[in-house]
């Protein structure tokens, strides 16, 4: 099958493939968009049971990419990349300098940074053989752990929606079920903690989960039963696709708002959650800190501003569910609307006039 027939071909600007006999690389790089600056987005390293599977996961990330950096307002385009391999096994010093090569012989269009099979020690590697990699430790430049800022937008963007649909201004008293206790979610319960809220913490990690219970008077739930609990806001900060036909009914929650990507097993679930009357925070606007923090380290941002930037997080949250709210539309159409729009008008100025 040709790339252009694959369902989530979505007018990608440029597939690349890379395979070099001499290391074992074999990567795909997808630039979906430049049209708001360099397509950025992270390498992701993991052992596909096929090409096709990479393909299709790359072209589904690449995509978001571009419509995060554009809701974060970033100045970067949408793009990722996957490298085929176990990084447990298959990750070797030759293998990261080819692939850095790769990046490199995109001339900037694409920049690389961290992503799931690829942390802070392959960075500096990479960077060895390309300029076009970020997110990590430069002497000399703002970036590092995006975690904490990652946590910060969460918090403020959960704020937000208990504003909308709660009308208060605090977590203080509002029941909140923290699904996911890595850096971003523990970040938010002691953000959460700290204000007032009361709650519930789920995590495969024993470890993490009594550790909150024991720093934030949290109380425990299952993994497998935590987004259905009885709750006012369902919090998602672990694995995606928490949404879906099986808990779509029965989330209890008015609010779901967390870090986790791709919370949505479809985007129709966004339409589900409204119709029942629950308010949802999309995910790639929601979790925008990390890729700020990137993007502060590329164009030279100092601290100040890019926590400022982190911060907008909430007013471009609350203008989405205004919006929403007055379209009778579904949150997560409507921030991929403001996206498209913002993508379209880059390309063609003349469409602010028409509009």
Known sequence: MSVFDFPDFDHHEEVAFFDDRHTGLRAIVAIHSTALGPACGGTRMYPYAGSDDALTDVLRLSRGMSYKNAIADVGLGGGKAVIIGDPARDKTEARLLAYGRAVDSLGGRYITAMDVGMGPKDMPVLARATKHVAGYDIPGKTGGDSGPLTALGVFVGLKAAVKHKLGIETTKGVTVAIQGLGKVGMGLAKRLHEEGARLIVADVNADAVRRAVEAFGAREASPDMVATGVCDVFSPNALGAVVNDETVGAIKAKIVAGGANNQLARDAHGRMLMERGILYAPDYVINGGGIIRVAGQIHGWDDAEIEHRVLAIAPTLDAIFRRAAAEHKPTNEIA????????????????????
Do not use: H, K
């Open 336 to 355: 991929d609307r403001i996206a498209e729009e913002r993508m379209a008008l880059a390309v063609d100025p003349s469409r602010a006039a028409a509009e």
